[in-house]
């Protein structure tokens, strides 16, 4: 026997039932409010060619990709990002339309993740992109987008915390590191790993701008850490991003979203496309993030159209694992119709009756009433009608 023939992939599951029915409702109502915001579905193919992923200012890392080739030799890559997919068909297909552009997904994204972390490879993944539309009423609008859509899942506690990639960028250059050593700062930023952190930036030269990076992950709350950032990092150019981050969380204030806001100086999402705001969203109960966008003023140059953007993606199993029990099963049916030999179209006429008015009516494959009857007792199925001349009702 071939042994895997029996196993789904690392990374990747099986989704039943429950699950199943999980998500779809976490996708219809966030789709519903997308569409009632002005935004409108595209769908870009699961396979792309890898340059669309690679380029040398904002390309992923090769190994995050899972990679194939296509007749003609070409190097292909299933989709590891929704985004740059969506920042191509903008300067593409889309390039002579009215911006901004109001586009949303509902697809899958495909990324291998270090081994025995228990992250998944396949995510379904559900977000908006604003696209020709740069400044702050943009950053403001897919911030509340970000909120109701967590919102209108129907969780009771998650937050968005909300950060600007401005805070690492500019420190960051001033350090003249490579491109590894500029890399591996940031992941210990983003992983709050302060004694690494500290370790590292005690080595650098420039001590002020050092001092003002092992800052940044303590650099966490309400509107006052603006005012300790301005104190801590003592840098004129970080201003702007100061004034931008207290406006909008003054905004979000005024509409009545501030006890679900944080800010965060710390967030520096490895993604290498972020040139302004960054955000993400968490629910609790769950211990990775749901949520997570910013905006990306540079990606597009890439694709042959230079313009602003901004958006965010939304992990749909991550929301439906919250709002599920543990143990998936499969849901019962209202009614199990069994026919009598001979009564089958008449058992089936039943069933399209019964489905117009709204229930879920489920036909006997069984040759007996009393196979058809421990099937309704072990599934769960509270009514069988039996179908003959007449027509009888029989609660299990």
């Known amino acids: 026997m071939q042994k895997n023939k029996l196993i789904a992939p690392e990374g990747t599951r099986d989704i039943l039932f429950e699950d199943c029915a999980a998500r779809r409702r976490v996708e219809e109502k966030i789709k519903a409010l997308f569409v009632s915001r002005g935004f409108t579905e595209v769908i870009t193919p699961g396979i792309e060619f890898y340059d669309v992923f690679s380029s040398e200012t904002h390309g992923l890392p090769q190994e995050t990709m899972y990679k194939l080739v296509d007749s003609k030799g070409r190097l292909l890559a299933l989709k590891p990002d929704l985004t740059m997919p969506i920042a191509r068909l903008a300067a593409t297909r889309l390039r002579d339309q009215v911006r901004p552009l109001r586009l949303f997904y509902d697809q899958n994204i495909y990324t291998i993740t270090p081994a025995l ?90 001590k002020k701008t050092a001092a003002s990076l092992k800052q940044l992950p303590a650099l966490f709350g309400g509107e006052e850490v603006l005012d300790e950032a301005a104190a801590a990092l003592d840098c004129p150019e970080l201003a702007p991003y100061l004034d931008a981050l207290r406006g909008l969380y003054q905004a979000l204030s005024g509409l009545g979203l501030g006890e679900r806001v944080s800010l965060d100086l710390g967030i520096v999402n490895r ?126």
């Open 271 to 396: 993604t290498g496309y972020y040139t302004g705001i960054v955000f993400k969203g968490y629910i609790q109960g769950l211990g990775a993030t749901a949520l997570q966008g910013g905006r990306y003023d540079t990606l597009l140059a890439d694709y042959g159209q230079d313009e602003p953007a901004v958006g965010f993606s939304l992990n749909v199993d991550a929301v439906a694992k919250v709002l599920l029990p543990a143990q998936p099963k499969t849901p019962a049916p209202d009614v199990l119709v069994f026919a009598e030999e001979g009564y089958e179209v008449k058992a089936l006429l039943e069933i399209r009756k019964l489905a117009s008015h709204g229930f879920c009516a489920e036909f006997s494959p069984f040759e007996t009433f009393e196979q058809s009857r421990l099937y309704a007792v072990k599934r769960g199925i509270p009514v069988v009608y039996v179908v003959n001349e007449d027509l009888m009702e029989v609660r299990v």
């Open 117 to 206: 972390t228990g992250r998944s490879h396949e995510i379904p993944q559900i977000g908006v992109e604003i696209i020709g539309a740069g400044g702050r009423r943009a950053d403001l609008e897919v911030l509340v987008l970000a909120l109701e859509t967590l919102q209108s899942c129907g969780l009771d506690d998650f937050r968005l915390e909300i950060g600007h990639i401005g805070f690492f960028n500019t420190l960051i250059r001033k350090l003249n590191l490579d491109e590894e050593q500029s890399e591996e700062i940031r992941t210990l930023i983003q992983t709050k790993n302060y004694p690494a952190l500290n370790d590292m930036l005690d080595r650098m030269e420039d």
